[in-house]
């Protein structure tokens, strides 16, 4: 207990008491953030909303982050196939490199957006680290301010001693006894108000705390996640530079394989003996095919196809933006020579043509490199499938391998020059004479069997026992006017 003093002596204590508590809190408002001065509460909820703010952030990079892990996955997925491609030849050497192109382009961007996604953790780590700082300033002014709310209720404690009616009844004048009065009501609302702010203000630094704490975590999951893509990442420049590498190889091969045909054919169209040999045989396979075609369809396929057919056609190769793949209708390929009337003096000479263009081309060639797969046109039965017996081979070319299908009782589709299976193991036609296919259905693969400058589709039809244009027939075909 304190001990009893001479009621004056309590007075003027009380009073001097008064005066200081009354003055404290004027003396720490002014003193600024960091000192012993009151947070504003306003200041907390700005520091907590900057942290939720940065969790937001947090979590739309951990969505980036997800959507790059997926577009990786994409790209190990198409570095895959593009390799497999190469490996196995089975793809357009011109697809896979433009395939190639796009997907360094992708990596590219991975890496950008990688890099991007790395330097903003780190920028959201650093203003974690800042408003950490600021929280420790503002919980080491809340520990003061704790500590003048202690003082002020043991002044309070020792005030309360004397009581409330002795001071009033030894006040010297009304003005006095107002003082005292006042004193013990804002003494009361100083502490109530302080002890108020305390409480808030610890209730919004553990929020912040824990929302810190969060934030942490979130930022070194995507950290560690980034690394983890950043490792996947640079595997996948590996096997997209040894894809470059091998697609020059093949592309190299090509171009040799190409020229060694060129310079055949020069030889050919050069030498007017050998030139008017060559028509003359290609014109005698041309009737050796119309025989044989008109032999099969009587004696052997005949009287298990229909009169006419009336079911659907597609292109037997077709490109799209995804490269060399099964036809749909829409679709187009590449044809690099028309059907009918040519100026190329390699074909027979027809007297139905113009002099501009006295030659006449059989079908209609598709542009495609070798191992691109070739689709049945309609549904049928397979008449041939394999090489040409009598057909003429000139010097340093294959024998001819094509693929024959019946469609009704007198038209047929053939398509020449496929891959003969010198260039892999695997036969290079999908189907045997005698198999019944439908439209769209794989059965050969281009080649460059025959003679040719490079590897392409020959396809042509047989109707009635004549050739005709086979593109009136496909999706979005037109044949040409002569």
């Known amino acids: 207990m304190v001990a009893r003093t001479a009621p004056s002596r309590i007075l003027t204590t009380w009073r001097a008491r008064v005066a200081a508590l009354l003055v404290a809190p004027l003396l720490f408002v002014g003193l600024g953030f960091g000192s012993v001065s009151p947070v504003r509460a306003d200041q907390l909820d700005d520091a907590l909303a900057r942290q939720k703010e940065l969790a937001a952030q947090l979590a739309a990079q951990q969505k980036a982050l997800n959507a790059l892990i997926a577009q990786q996955k994409d790209l190990e997925a198409q570095l895959k196939a593009t390799t497999a491609a190469l490996a196995k030849n089975t793809a357009s050497l011109a697809n896979i490199t433009s395939e190639v192109t796009r997907l360094a382009a992708v990596v590219e961007k991975a890496k950008a957006e990688l890099q991007a996604l790395e330097a903003e953790v780190e920028r959201l780590d650093s203003e974690i680290s800042r408003l950490v700082r600021q929280q420790e300033e503002k919980a080491r002014d809340l520990a003061a301010r704790q500590a003048i709310l202690a003082a002020r209720i043991r002044e309070a404690y020792i005030a309360d001693q004397t009581p409330p009616l002795w001071t009033l009844l030894s006040s010297q004048s009304f ?49 560690r996640a980034a690394a983890a893509q950043k490792a996947a990442l640079d595997k996948q420049v590996k096997l997209l530079e040894a894809a470059k590498v091998r697609l020059a190889a093949a592309i190299a091969a090509q171009k040799k394989a190409i020229a060694a045909q060129k310079a055949a054919m020069d030889r050919v169209l050069n030498d007017k003996a050998r030139l008017a040999a060559a028509v003359a045989a290609l014109k005698a396979e041309e009737a050796q095919v119309k025989s044989i075609v008109d032999r099969l369809l009587k004696q052997q396929f005949g009287s298990s196809l229909p009169i ?108 020449g020059h496929v891959g003969d299976g010198s260039r892999s193991s695997e036969p290079r036609w999908r189907v045997n004479a005698g198999d019944y296919v439908t439209a769209g259905q794989l059965i050969a693969f281009v080649g460059s069997t025959g003679n040719v400058t490079g590897p392409h589709l020959h396809l042509s039809m047989l109707s009635g026992g004549k050739y005709v244009c086979i593109q009136q027939y496909l999706p979005g075909g037109a044949c040409p006017a002569d």
Not at 189 to 217: F, H, M, P, T
Not at 308 to 332: D, E, H, M
Not at 395 to 400: A, F, N, P, T
């Open 308 to 415: 006419l057919y009336q079911g659907g056609w597609t292109w037997p190769i077709a490109r799209t933006a995804a490269g060399f793949v099964q036809p749909k209708n829409g679709y187009r390929p590449y044809i690099s020579q028309k059907f009918g009337c040519v100026s190329w003096k390699i074909y027979p000479r027809n007297g139905s043509c113009p002099s501009a263009r006295p030659y006449f081309h059989n079908g209609v060639d598709i542009s495609a490199p070798a191992g691109t797969p070739i689709y049945a046109a309609a549904t049928g039965k397979v008449m041939i499938a394999g090489t040409c017996s009598y057909c003429v081979v000139w010097k340093g070319m294959r024998r001819l391998a094509w693929v024959w299908i019946a469609h009704s009782k007198s038209m047929v589709s053939i398509y």
């Open 175 to 223: 003005t006095d006894l107002l003082i005292d009065l006042a004193g013990f009501s804002a003494l009361g609302k100083a502490d109530v108000s302080l002890a108020d702010g305390i409480s808030r203000d610890a209730a919004r630094l553990a929020a912040i705390e824990e929302q810190v704490r969060q934030n942490r975590a979130e930022t070194e999951k995507l950290r």
